[in-house]
């Protein structure tokens, strides 16, 4: 096998792994009105199997990426895989909540191995722009995973039932994980894992959380991707369905839509940023603005919003999602490969830990409101209000962060 034929095989399979990953993210997200009746949860409680998974996620991050300097993509990406699929098992084969939430945690976990893997894969055998489109394009093919979670396993779960839907979605996984342990190389030239110390990764990742740049990094992921996932992952579907009264395979238009507008604008934006790289944060607060703007209109719209409404509202979140890959522009020309597995598990929490919060307050404040009918219009508009409140925090933390990064220029 030549190195071309070994560079492109890696890195496709760890596309397609990210993929993978992202389908198994979201399968509770489009079937959430499903796990609600499953399990016979309120709010609160559904919204326990997203935000477990995705503090298990954002909480592993940083030791994942530890290890990732530590013993390479491969190996970490195919252990994400494996834990993916026991987890996707133990949710398929439960039927009280706290089992199926064990199993989300597992989901979490694996998943927290695979983006990441995925990114140092890609850096390991492509440089400068070449990489950063290869970033954008990896991470917006991936989004497409939500595709087939809102569509063909939402309809194989009304077909055939919950138990073979999510043993099915762990087929999947494995398959992929035995995919790449057989035949995604790492870049020998490169990746330099096998005489890395723990105490060394350990030793610069503490070094780089000093730096203003990381935290830029951090805040730009926190605040782009957030409300995103929060709609796609969990709260989306009910507050279609349930609040706005859409059939389910509108809904599920209505999220193919959102993951239609990651794929066509993360190439651009990787164009943007690579031509004007001393305007992407302009940018980034541009997005913030618009997707404040945005929730907004629809909170303050009387009545149901009308389908354009809508429509713009999933258009603009999607935005923000490949927006956050800026964060790893920033990370990749400020730091060696050798240092990106860990440094880039700490920005890539930001994105997560502002979401499950979000999810969290979501589901808090639709069960506060209480009422005969949990998931109305107007619970909805109040809850959507205060998630609003983690993007403004997010907001702040970027503009200290650049004003921080400025000033260190300034001085250096």
Same mark, same amino acid.
């Given at each position: 096998?030549?190195?071309?034929?070994?560079?492109?095989? $890696?890195?496709?399979?760890?596309?397609?792994?990210?993929?993978?990953?992202?389908?198994?993210?979201?399968?509770? /997200?489009?079937?959430?009105?499903?796990?609600?009746?499953?399990?016979?949860?309120? $709010?609160?409680?559904?919204?326990?199997?997203?935000?477990?998974?995705?503090?298990? !996620?954002?909480?592993?991050?940083? +030791?994942?990426?530890?290890?990732?300097?530590?013993?390479?993509?491969?190996?970490?990406?195919?252990?994400?895989?494996?834990?993916?699929?026991?987890?996707?098992?133990?949710?398929?084969?439960?039927?009280?909540? +706290?089992?199926?939430?064990?199993?989300?945690?597992?989901?979490?976990?694996?998943?927290?191995?695979?983006?990441?893997?995925?990114?140092?894969?890609?850096?390991?055998?492509?440089?400068?722009?070449?990489?950063?489109?290869?970033?954008?394009?990896?991470?917006?093919?991936?989004?497409?995973?939500?595709?087939?979670?809102?569509? *063909?396993?939402?309809?194989?779960?009304?077909?055939?039932?919950?138990? *073979?839907?999510?043993?099915?979605?762990?087929?999947?996984?494995?398959?992929? /994980?035995?995919?790449?342990?057989?035949?995604? &190389?790492?870049?020998?030239?490169?990746?330099?894992?096998?005489?890395?110390?723990?105490?060394?990764? !350990?030793?610069?990742?503490?070094?780089?959380?000093?730096?203003?740049?990381?935290?830029?990094?951090?805040?730009?992921?926190?605040?782009?991707?957030?409300?995103?996932?929060?709609?796609?992952? #969990?709260?989306?579907? *009910?507050?279609?369905?349930?609040?706005?009264?859409?059939?389910?395979?509108?809904?599920?238009?209505?999220?193919?839509?959102?993951?239609?507008?990651? $794929?066509?604008?993360?190439?651009?934006?990787?164009?943007?940023?690579?031509?004007? *790289?001393?305007?992407?944060?302009?940018?980034? #607060?541009?997005?913030?603005?618009?997707?404040?703007?945005?929730?907004?209109? #629809?909170?303050?719209? +009387?009545?149901? +919003?009308?389908?354009?409404?809508?429509?713009?509202?999933?258009?603009?979140?999607?935005? =923000?999602?490949?927006?956050?890959?800026?964060?790893?522009? !920033?990370? &990749?020309?400020?730091?060696?490969?050798?240092?990106?597995?860990?440094?880039?598990?700490?920005?890539?929490?930001?994105?997560?830990?502002?979401?499950?919060?979000?999810?969290?307050?979501?589901?808090?404040?639709?069960?506060?409101?209480?009422?005969?009918?949990? !998931?109305?219009?107007?619970h909805f508009k109040v809850a959507f209000l205060l998630q609003l409140t983690?993007?403004?925090? /997010?907001?702040? =933390?970027?503009?200290?962060?650049?004003?921080?990064?400025?000033?260190? &220029?300034?001085?250096?």
């Amino acid at each position: 096998m030549t190195k071309l034929n070994s560079r492109f095989i $890696a890195v496709g399979l760890a596309g397609l792994a990210y993929l993978v990953a992202v389908t198994q993210r979201t399968t509770m /997200g489009s079937v959430a009105l499903d796990a609600s009746v499953w399990f016979h949860t309120n $709010a609160q409680q559904l919204s326990s199997l997203a935000v477990l998974q995705l503090l298990f !996620y954002a909480g592993m991050q940083i +030791p994942v990426g530890i290890m990732l300097d530590r013993f390479g993509s491969r190996r970490i990406l195919a252990v994400g895989a494996v834990l993916m699929a026991a987890g996707q098992v133990v949710v398929g084969l439960s039927t009280l909540l +706290p089992t199926a939430v064990l199993g989300r945690i597992l989901v979490g976990v694996g998943d927290a191995c695979t983006f990441i893997s995925m990114m140092r894969m890609s850096n390991s055998w492509f440089n400068g722009r070449i990489a950063s489109h290869l970033q954008q394009w990896l991470a917006t093919i991936g989004q497409t995973g939500q595709i087939l979670s809102a569509i *063909p396993f939402a309809f194989l779960l009304h077909l055939a039932g919950w138990e *073979p839907a999510f043993i099915s979605a762990a087929a999947l996984s494995l398959l992929v /994980g035995t995919l790449v342990w057989l035949y995604a &190389k790492e870049n020998p030239a490169r990746e330099v894992h096998h005489s890395t110390r723990l105490v060394d990764v !350990y030793s610069n990742l503490k070094k780089n959380i000093r730096k203003p740049i990381t935290w830029l990094a951090f805040f730009t992921h926190f605040s782009t991707q957030s409300t995103g996932t929060t709609f796609a992952l #969990l709260w989306g579907v *009910p507050f279609m369905v349930s609040a706005l009264s859409l059939n389910r395979g509108v809904a599920g238009g209505f999220l193919t839509l959102f993951v239609i507008t990651n $794929a066509s604008m993360g190439p651009l934006i990787g164009l943007f940023c690579a031509k004007f *790289p001393a305007r992407r944060h302009i940018f980034v #607060l541009g997005v913030v603005g618009a997707i404040i703007a945005v929730w907004l209109l #629809l909170i303050v719209h +009387p009545g149901a +919003p009308p389908a354009w409404m809508l429509a713009l509202l999933v258009m603009v979140i999607g935005v =923000g999602g490949p927006t956050s890959m800026v964060a790893f522009d !920033y990370s &990749k020309e400020a730091f060696p490969a050798s240092e990106l597995g860990a440094t880039n598990g700490l920005i890539n929490v930001g994105g997560f830990l502002a979401s499950l919060t979000m999810m969290w307050i979501i589901g808090v404040s639709l069960d506060s409101q209480g009422g005969a009918v949990l !998931y109305t219009l107007a619970h909805f508009k109040v809850a959507f209000l205060l998630q609003l409140t983690v993007t403004a925090l /997010g907001l702040l =933390g970027f503009t200290f962060s650049l004003r921080a990064l400025r000033n260190k &220029k300034l001085r250096g």
